[in-house]
């Protein structure tokens, strides 16, 4: 059973930064593809960005260059830097894994984190 939990949302100002954290149980890091998603008020739930076992990364167009996704899986936590952040980023930020590319990135993965939320005042 892979579990997932997130941490380090939280009501920031836009243009600050945020690191996220997602807390996997053992082995889940380094084993399955790990990506982040969000869902906005009103939203429907899009995906941010994702990082493969071998360490490639994918990301959504709209957060290129502002976000970062990185693993440590001697800590089984992969983090999601958000820099600049703007009021459209405001979300429930959720973490998922997946031992298929397709299928997370499809959003169509079985296991999820129970999200944490971010809200970026203006």
């Known amino acids: 059973q892979v579990q997932l939990v997130e941490s380090g949302g939280g009501l920031v100002q836009a243009g600050d930064s945020l690191r996220l954290s997602c807390a996997a149980s053992?082995?889940?890091?380094?084993?399955?593809?790990v990506g982040w998603f969000r869902q906005g008020p009103g939203k429907e739930r899009e995906f941010v960005a994702a990082?493969?076992?071998?360490?490639?990364?994918y990301y959504a167009d709209s957060v290129k260059g502002r976000f970062t996704i990185s693993r440590d899986n001697a800590k089984n936590t992969v983090h999601l830097q958000i820099n600049s952040l703007k009021p459209e980023d405001t979300a429930v930020y959720y973490c998922?894994?997946?031992?298929?590319?397709?299928?997370?990135?499809?959003?169509?993965?079985?296991?999820w984190g129970q999200g944490t939320q971010v809200t970026v005042s203006s």
């Open positions: 053992a082995r889940t890091s380094s084993t399955y593809v």
């Open positions: 998922a894994a997946d031992g298929s590319l397709q299928l997370l990135l499809a959003g169509t993965t079985s296991y």
């Open positions: 990082i493969s076992r071998n360490i490639i990364t």
